[in-house]
């Protein structure tokens, strides 16, 4: 019956948050419940008043219910065996009561953690009758397991009118209250509290380099972030190992450090599709899949020859010789009375005007012969004029191939994406649309190596993080050898940094990370890393070098015309062994008849 009225609450939206009150204190009357959270409220608004007891019933506590009931909150009655992840069904600000009668309660505080799972720095007003030294004491460790950080514990018997205000930071201790505010903002000033980090190997996100001095310095758009959280918030900022074990740790194995709590704040980036969002801070980047394609290069000297000689050429040539030998073999025929169809065939004079060569006409008193002729020297002039103007223009100035833009043309292309396995397998099926085109390599020097130096033999697959050094590099060249396109985008998915479970550096993080956004620290960051890569020679500037040298012509550059003498060979050859047949077969007949 209870559980179902939970689920009435939350169809009609009346109450939407936790409610367990019971208590059964003695004097309760001297406490002024109610003006105590008026002044709480003003000091920061609460939409939901959350009371946490060890008791299922609130039949014999009518007093602190008539205080609960006067407050216009929403509430919903939840015991031991009913509590649940307040913020995964909700986005509300509360605040949280526990009530003790007599000893602490392990049990309900764990309950009280379930319920503030992810939420355990909201604001909680913990309410026992005697308060004493070994409360307290049990109370501090309670909180510290369950890193609680905005505590007050109050007294509510006559004679206890003090109210003790949690400390936190540097570590856990209890403090008087001496005014307001009643909740500080301890996450302001860590009063140097010792934070534990750790970086990887991506030189964008942190980037180790020696100061000169023999030390050892970090830059990055990630680690100056980390280490600008230290100086803000006056933490200590204390490395998880050396940068030799850094230098062979991965980007997984940090973000698995912080979930194992062995550090505070990863120096690196995690990405929002793992379903561990809770687990992690604001979003301060966008990762991205890029394909990174070669820029069109120019036709090389084979390729020219093979656009000039293509199919619309010979059969320029072909259709041109046959209507030609067509129209000789109509004037013979016609006029002479003669005919040879082999001339309809293949007839060596208009196949050779044709091309624009010379050719010995036949011997002819008819004028239209002499006009025919005339026309076979203008269409071979024509066709070897064209042919050699386009050609000398092509070797000189060629033009570029096709340029890959977008997933369709690189199916439609013979160029390879060159990739390393692990991070295919890690991107599952957004590697799809590039699946059949891709080259692994489980190699990452190899991979490096080839995509460092701009092999443009074929195309990387990559992350934003890498394109952006790519990118600027290739600002210094005299053009791109290399380009993303947004048509060739695999995934595109927000980051964040990996955070402890219920981490209390959460509130701060997001603090600064919204506001290194608003002025723009990330874009300088990452310009100021870039200028420390160049003057520690972890990449150059230097632009690959071009050659545009002069060089005769080599056996390749003339494959096609290679092809053609190859297949003219083989063509006469066959016609030779043919009409040598033929003429065998002819002999042998005529000699039968004899």
Not at 535 to 563: C, G, M, N, Q, Y
Request: aromatic content about 14%; glycine content about 4%.
């Amino acid at each position: 019956m209870q559980q179902r009225q939970i689920e009435i609450s939350l169809l009609t939206v009346l109450f939407i948050h936790v409610l367990a009150v019971s208590l059964e204190v003695e004097n309760l009357e001297i406490f002024d419940l109610k003006t105590f959270l008026q002044q709480i409220y003003a000091e920061k608004e609460f939409e939901t008043l959350l009371v946490i007891s060890d008791r299922e019933s609130l039949k014999d506590n009518r007093v602190w219910w008539e205080v609960v009931q006067e407050i216009p909150l929403p509430k919903v009655l939840v015991t031991y065996g009913a509590a649940y992840e307040f913020v995964r069904s909700f986005n509300s600000e509360i605040f949280v009561i526990f009530v003790f009668h007599g000893e602490l309660k392990e049990q309900l505080m764990a309950t009280g953690a379930e319920v503030l799972n992810f939420m355990r720095q909201t604001r909680i007003l913990v309410l026992v009758e005697e308060g004493d030294r070994g409360f307290q004491l049990e109370l501090l460790k309670l909180c510290e397991l369950y890193k609680m950080t905005n505590v007050l514990l109050k007294g509510v018997a006559a004679k206890n009118e003090t109210i003790q205000q949690l400390k936190p930071y540097p570590r856990y201790q209890w403090s008087q209250w001496r005014g307001p505010p009643y909740y500080p903002q301890h996450w302001r000033n860590l009063e140097n509290k010792t934070v534990i980090y750790f970086t990887d190997t991506t030189m964008t996100l942190s980037f180790p380099y020696e100061d000169g001095q023999g030390g050892v310095r970090l830059n990055g758009y990630i680690a100056r972030l980390v280490l600008l959280f230290g100086e803000v918030f006056h933490g200590h900022m204390q490395m998880y190992a050396s940068h030799e074990v850094a230098a062979r740790t991965s980007l997984t194995q940090v973000n698995q450090m912080a979930e194992d709590n062995l550090i505070d704040i990863p120096m690196t980036l995690s990405h929002y599709n793992d379903g561990k969002w809770l687990y992690k801070s604001a979003v301060y980047d966008f990762l991205e899949g890029l394909v990174m394609i070669p820029t069109a290069q120019a036709l090389s000297t084979t390729e020219v020859y093979g656009v000039l000689l293509n199919r619309y050429f010979f059969g320029c040539v072909l259709i041109c010789t046959l209507l030609f030998a067509l129209f000789q073999s109509l004037v013979d025929y016609c006029l002479d009375h003669s005919f040879q169809a082999v001339d309809l065939v293949l007839n060596y004079r208009f196949f050779s005007g044709i091309l624009g060569q010379s050719f010995t006409p036949k011997e002819s008193p008819w004028r239209s012969l002499k006009l025919l002729y005339f026309l076979v020297f203008v269409a071979g002039l024509n066709i070897s004029t064209q042919f050699s103007a386009t050609m000398n223009t092509l070797i000189t100035s060629p033009p570029n191939h096709a340029q890959i833009q977008s997933f369709e043309d690189l199916k439609h292309s013979s160029l390879k994406i060159l990739a390393i396995t692990s991070d295919i397998e890690a991107i599952e099926d957004a590697a799809d649309a590039i699946r059949d085109s891709l080259l692994l390599t489980d190699s990452i020097a190899f991979y490096e190596e080839n995509r460092n130096n701009f092999n443009t033999s074929m195309g990387y697959f990559l992350v934003s993080l890498s394109w952006k050094v790519l990118r600027r590099k290739q600002q210094y060249f005299s053009h791109n050898i290399f380009n993303v396109y947004p048509k060739m985008t695999l995934f595109r998915m927000p980051c964040a940094l990996q955070l402890q479970k219920h981490s209390q550096y959460k509130e701060p993080l997001d603090h600064l990370i919204n506001r290194v956004h608003e002025v723009g620290l990330p874009a300088y960051w990452y310009a100021n890393t870039f200028g420390d890569m160049l003057r520690t020679k972890r990449v150059t500037i230097s632009s690959p070098p071009v050659s545009a040298e002069a060089r005769a012509f080599e056996v390749k550059d003339l494959f096609w015309a290679w092809i053609i003498v190859v297949g003219g060979e083989v063509l006469g050859s066959v016609v030779f062994f043919a009409e040598l047949l033929f003429y065998r077969l002819h002999k042998k007949t005529s000699i039968d008849l004899k």
